[in-house]
């Protein structure tokens, strides 16, 4: 907090603290993260502030994770005609 930019306006000191707390934040995992792990450490920050700034959709982050959204009714199981009850 020290170190960083000093503003008058709070909005503009806000902005800067969770900047440089998101950085610092950062490098002090990295540090504990092997090289292979880094890349996707980094993505999935970047796509946690993206969420909470709304620029990515929550139902858009859930069709990347898991692919097409299926609603239980449309994906019934219809039971064919050749198969009976007991």
Do not use: H
């Not at 092997?34 to 996707?40: A, C, G, Q, R, V």
Request: glycine residues 4%; negative net charge.
């Amino acid at each position: 907090m020290e170190v960083s930019p000093a503003s008058k306006d709070l909005q503009t000191r806000l902005n800067i603290l969770i900047t440089d707390m998101t950085i610092n934040f950062y490098k002090n995992i990295c540090r504990g993260l092997f090289e292979k792990d880094k890349l996707l450490y980094s993505f999935l920050i970047t796509v946690k502030i993206l969420l909470n700034e709304g620029e990515i959709l929550m139902r858009d982050w859930n069709f990347f994770l898991r692919g097409t959204a299926v609603e239980p009714e449309e994906n019934a199981f219809i039971k064919p005609d050749f198969i009976t009850d007991l």
